[in-house]
């Protein structure tokens, strides 16, 4: 069974951090590409950030970009997103996917390319 465990999310104030987690288990975890999606209340959506796991490559919004650092490790299958300088406007559920693909491209932001989803994490940035 394919399960994606995603945790690490709270409340933090303005300019703080937090680290998420997504723990995979039930597919070949090398040769599938991560994202972390993030949805706010009324809005659609939002892909933020994806990374290979076969090598590395990744790839970032342009809302998050120089703020957030995706990193894999592949002996414990889980992808990490280290969230830095949040912002109230950060504030949304976030959710990674996993993509059947070896190969990643900058439109891994999208959500059409994920084959399988995980159960949302809380972040709430307070002003």
């Known amino acids: 069974e394919v399960q994606l465990q995603a945790s690490g999310g709270g409340l933090v104030q303005a300019g703080g951090s937090l680290r998420l987690s997504c723990a995979a288990s039930g597919f070949t975890f090398d040769d599938y590409a991560i994202g972390w999606f993030r949805q706010a209340p009324g809005k659609e959506r939002e892909g933020i950030s994806c990374i290979s796991s076969t090598d590395g490559t990744t790839y970032y919004a342009d809302s998050v970009k120089g703020r957030f650092t995706i990193s894999s490790d592949n002996a414990k299958n889980t992808v990490y997103l280290q969230m830095n300088s949040l912002k109230p406007e950060d504030t949304a559920v976030y959710y990674c996917?996993?993509?059947?693909?070896?190969?990643?491209?900058?439109?891994?932001?999208?959500?059409?390319?994920?084959?399988?989803w995980g159960q949302g994490a809380q972040v709430t940035v307070s002003s």
């Open positions: 996917a996993a993509w059947d693909t070896i190969v990643v491209v900058p439109q891994c932001t999208s959500v059409i390319f994920y084959d399988y």
